[in-house]
T-cell receptor, first 112, second 110 residues
Framework: GESVGLHLPTLSVQEGDNSIINCAYS??????FIWYKQESGKGPQFIID?????DKRQGQRVTVLLNKTVKHLSLQIAATQPGDSAVYFC???????????FGSGTRLQVQP | NAGVTQTPKFQVLKTGQSMTLQCAQD?????MYWYRQDPGMGLRLIYY???????DKGEVPNGYNVSRLNKREFSLRLESAAPSQTSVYFC?????????FGPGTRLLVL
């Protein structure tokens, strides 16, 4: 199976600062990783993904870094905005598996 | 495109009552999923359907049944609701690994 851990259950940042949300995973066979954002009262929303043959991928204001050696990935959000306040989940995916494994998530609070 | 839709949005049941949660997707995805999310926790997989006509148990299937009615629709049934099934239920669909989620059904079992 796959277990997912997060280093910080709650992260509080000032508006305009950069945010870094970390995620550790246990199964080195995971070959695909997805970050989701869940706002209060809503379903998880896809943010960005990365395959295991990459170590970095950038999107709009977000960057995901993957370190397979230590089984760790991070989500960096540049110039954090109040609308970024949410719970963030990482979901590692094993080859051939469709079901996702979610940890408890990290809550990002953006202070104005 | 509406994406993934779920009905109802909210439901209150008494212990022992039954109900069916409905889910539909308009993205022509083959795979569909049902998750539950308890307060302060991540999502746990109840059942999934890799393709029309197939269903498989997930991590927490006890007390639930599912029906993949057609490619668009995947329903979750609670035959005899229990307070432990109070939760938020999310349906999702996918074609590849990335899953797209509905807005959720909030269920309270008294």
């Amino acid at each position: 199976g796959e277990s997912v851990g997060l280093h910080l259950p709650t992260l509080s940042v000032q508006e305009g600062d950069n945010s870094i949300i970390n995620c550790a995973y246990s199964n080195s066979a995971s070959d695909y990783f997805i970050w989701y954002k869940q706002e209060s009262g809503k379903g998880p929303q896809f943010i960005i993904d990365i395959r295991s043959n990459m170590d970095k991928r950038q999107g709009q204001r977000v960057t995901v870094l993957l370190n397979k050696t230590v089984k760790h990935l991070s989500l960096q959000i540049a110039a954090t905005q109040p609308g970024d306040s949410a719970v963030y989940f990482c979901a590692p995916v094993l080859p051939g598996r469709r079901a996702l494994t979610f940890g408890s998530g990290t809550r990002l609070q953006v202070q104005p | 495109n509406a994406g993934v839709t779920q009905t109802p949005k909210f439901q209150v049941l008494k212990t022992g009552q039954s109900m069916t949660l409905q889910c539909a997707q308009d993205m022509n995805h083959n795979s569909m999923y049902w998750y539950r999310q308890d307060p302060g926790m991540g999502l746990r997989l109840i059942y999934y359907s890799a393709s029309e006509g197939t269903t498989d148990k997930g991590e927490v299937p006890n007390g639930y049944n599912v029906s993949r009615l057609n490619k668009r629709e995947f329903s979750l049934r609670l035959e005899s609701a229990a307070p432990s099934q109070t939760s938020v239920y999310f349906c999702a669909s996918s074609e590849m690994e990335t899953q797209y989620f509905g807005p959720g059904t909030r269920l309270l079992v008294l």
